[in-house]
């Protein structure tokens, strides 16, 4: 099995920044993938970015390109997700995902608890 553990969401105004991240514990495998997805209320979860393990490979989804970025630490098996120019849109519980075998996050694995972010207009 596999545990993600997710800090650092909070309460934010708009325009300002988070950085989450994100540690995976526990199994490990030759090759996977992890990244962020959201959910707000009332919608349904959606991705957000994803990156290889080997941090060559990352996709993000357009309505966050140029203001998220996510990054990783493979020896510590980490991900990190640096929040800029947040917009009210943001607020969601953000998750953090694994998927194994894959260089992208599309259809995870293993998923951590979720880490509530909201941005205050």
């Known amino acids: 099995q596999v545990q993600l553990v997710e800090s650092g969401g909070g309460l934010v105004q708009a325009g300002g920044s988070l950085r989450l991240s994100c540690a995976a514990s526990?199994?490990?495998?030759?090759?996977?993938?992890m990244g962020w997805f959201r959910q707000a209320p009332g919608k349904e979860r959606e991705f957000v970015a994803s990156?290889?393990?080997?941090?060559?490979?990352?996709s993000s989804a357009d309505s966050v390109k140029g203001r998220f970025t996510i990054s990783n630490n493979n020896i510590q098996r980490t991900v990190y997700l640096q929040m800029d120019s947040l917009k009210p849109e943001d607020t969601a519980v953000y998750y953090c995902?694994?998927?194994?075998?894959?260089?992208?996050?599309?259809?995870?694995?293993?998923w951590g608890q979720g880490t509530q972010v909201s941005v205050s207009s």
């Open positions: 995902a694994l998927e194994t075998f894959k260089n992208v996050v599309r259809n995870p694995d293993y």
């Open positions: 990156i290889s393990m080997s941090g060559v490979y990352t």
């Open positions: 526990g199994r490990t495998f030759s090759r996977y993938a």
